[in-house]
DNA sequence: GATCTGACCTACG
DNA sequence: ACGTAGGCCAGAT
Protein backbone atom coordinates (compact mmCIF):
# COMPACT_ATOMS: atom_id res chain seq x y z
CA UNK A 1 0.00 0.00 0.00
CA UNK A 2 1.07 3.57 -0.92
CA UNK A 3 2.65 4.84 2.35
CA UNK A 4 2.64 8.81 0.96
CA UNK A 5 -1.20 8.25 0.34
CA UNK A 6 -1.77 6.71 3.63
CA UNK A 7 -0.29 9.39 5.53
CA UNK A 8 -1.86 11.97 2.79
CA UNK A 9 -5.56 10.56 4.32
CA UNK A 10 -4.39 10.91 7.96
CA UNK A 11 -3.68 14.68 7.33
CA UNK A 12 -6.26 15.68 5.82
CA UNK A 13 -8.39 13.68 8.58
CA UNK A 14 -6.36 15.72 10.94
CA UNK A 15 -7.09 19.24 9.42
CA UNK A 16 -10.75 18.71 9.72
CA UNK A 17 -11.92 21.94 12.44
CA UNK A 18 -13.24 20.96 15.43
CA UNK A 19 -17.43 21.09 14.93
CA UNK A 20 -17.29 20.37 11.29
CA UNK A 21 -17.50 17.30 9.51
CA UNK A 22 -16.64 15.91 5.98
CA UNK A 23 -17.64 12.65 4.37
CA UNK A 24 -15.77 10.27 3.42
CA UNK A 25 -15.98 10.75 -0.27
CA UNK A 26 -14.31 14.63 0.43
CA UNK A 27 -11.49 13.40 1.97
CA UNK A 28 -10.88 10.85 -0.96
CA UNK A 29 -11.33 13.79 -2.72
CA UNK A 30 -8.45 16.05 -0.92
CA UNK A 31 -6.18 13.59 -0.09
CA UNK A 32 -6.23 12.46 -3.68
CA UNK A 33 -7.46 8.69 -2.43
CA UNK A 34 -8.53 6.58 -5.79
CA UNK A 35 -11.70 5.78 -4.20
CA UNK A 36 -13.68 6.75 -0.49
CA UNK A 37 -13.23 2.91 0.67
CA UNK A 38 -9.64 3.47 1.57
CA UNK A 39 -10.56 6.19 3.74
CA UNK A 40 -12.52 3.66 5.63
CA UNK A 41 -10.05 1.05 5.46
CA UNK A 42 -7.41 3.55 6.67
CA UNK A 43 -8.97 4.92 9.58
CA UNK A 44 -9.87 1.67 10.57
CA UNK A 45 -6.32 0.61 10.92
CA UNK A 46 -4.89 3.72 11.89
CA UNK A 47 -7.34 6.06 12.73
CA UNK A 48 -6.89 5.70 16.33
CA UNK A 49 -5.39 8.71 17.43
CA UNK A 50 -7.62 10.83 14.87
CA UNK A 51 -10.82 13.01 15.13
CA UNK A 52 -12.35 10.07 12.87
CA UNK A 53 -15.77 11.02 14.93
CA UNK A 54 -15.76 13.91 12.40
CA UNK A 55 -15.99 11.24 9.27
CA UNK A 56 -19.43 10.29 7.82
CA UNK A 57 -20.67 8.99 4.88
CA UNK A 58 -22.27 10.89 1.99
CA UNK A 59 -25.70 11.22 3.18
CA UNK A 60 -24.68 12.31 6.70
CA UNK A 61 -24.80 9.20 8.19
CA UNK A 62 -22.43 7.66 10.40
CA UNK A 63 -21.07 4.01 9.88
CA UNK A 64 -22.92 1.39 11.81
CA UNK A 65 -20.83 0.30 14.44
CA UNK A 66 -19.49 3.44 15.88
CA UNK A 67 -22.60 5.53 15.37
CA UNK A 68 -23.43 5.70 19.20
CA UNK A 69 -20.01 6.70 20.02
CA UNK A 70 -19.48 9.33 17.50
CA UNK A 71 -23.14 10.70 18.09
CA UNK A 72 -21.41 11.46 21.81
CA UNK A 73 -18.68 13.36 20.41
CA UNK A 74 -20.23 15.19 17.98
CA UNK A 75 -22.18 16.33 20.34
CA UNK A 76 -19.49 17.25 23.01
CA UNK A 77 -18.33 19.58 19.74
CA UNK A 78 -21.16 21.25 19.44
CA UNK A 79 -22.40 19.60 16.29
CA UNK A 80 -26.24 19.41 16.53
CA UNK A 81 -27.16 14.93 15.48
CA UNK A 82 -31.04 14.28 14.78
CA UNK A 83 -32.18 10.86 14.65
CA UNK A 84 -28.90 9.64 14.07
CA UNK A 85 -27.73 12.17 11.26
CA UNK A 86 -26.15 15.11 11.03
CA UNK A 87 -27.09 18.15 8.65
CA UNK A 88 -24.23 18.30 5.90
CA UNK A 89 -26.01 21.30 4.65
CA UNK A 90 -24.69 23.03 7.87
CA UNK A 91 -21.87 21.21 9.29
CA UNK A 92 -19.97 19.96 6.25
CA UNK A 93 -16.19 21.40 5.96
CA UNK A 94 -16.73 23.89 3.35
CA UNK A 95 -12.81 24.20 3.07
CA UNK A 96 -13.22 20.76 1.06
CA UNK A 97 -13.69 22.80 -2.10
CA UNK A 98 -10.79 25.11 -1.81
CA UNK A 99 -8.14 22.58 -0.53
CA UNK A 100 -8.99 20.90 -3.56
CA UNK A 101 -5.96 21.17 -6.00
CA UNK A 102 -6.57 21.61 -9.80
CA UNK A 103 -5.86 18.37 -12.25
CA UNK A 104 -2.73 17.64 -13.92
CA UNK A 105 -2.48 19.87 -16.85
CA UNK A 106 -2.26 18.20 -20.35
CA UNK A 107 -4.62 15.88 -19.55
CA UNK A 108 -6.85 17.09 -21.96
C1' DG B 1 -4.10 -15.41 -8.99
C1' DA B 2 -9.19 -15.96 -8.11
C1' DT B 3 -12.42 -14.66 -4.44
C1' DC B 4 -14.11 -12.46 -0.39
C1' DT B 5 -14.58 -8.50 2.55
C1' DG B 6 -15.06 -3.79 4.15
C1' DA B 7 -15.57 2.80 8.82
C1' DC B 8 -17.97 3.81 0.73
C1' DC B 9 -20.98 5.99 -3.22
C1' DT B 10 -24.59 6.54 -6.71
C1' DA B 11 -28.50 5.08 -9.16
C1' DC B 12 -32.79 2.69 -9.44
C1' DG B 13 -37.22 0.49 -8.17
C1' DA C 1 -37.61 6.02 3.01
C1' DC C 2 -35.42 1.48 2.35
C1' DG C 3 -33.29 -2.47 -0.02
C1' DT C 4 -30.53 -3.93 -4.17
C1' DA C 5 -27.11 -3.75 -7.61
C1' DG C 6 -23.02 -2.27 -9.69
C1' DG C 7 -18.74 0.19 -9.25
C1' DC C 8 -14.97 1.20 -6.53
C1' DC C 9 -9.74 -0.06 -4.32
C1' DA C 10 -6.56 -2.44 -1.23
C1' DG C 11 -5.71 -6.22 1.96
C1' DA C 12 -6.58 -10.86 3.46
C1' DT C 13 -7.69 -15.76 2.37
Known amino acids: MDEVLHEKIRDTVKAVPRGRVA ?12 SARLVGTVLNQDGHDLPWQRILKANGTFAPHIADEQA ?19 YRWEDAVKEAPPEEPGLW
Open 23 to 34: TYGDIADIARAP
Open 72 to 90: QLLRGEGVTVVDGKVDLRV
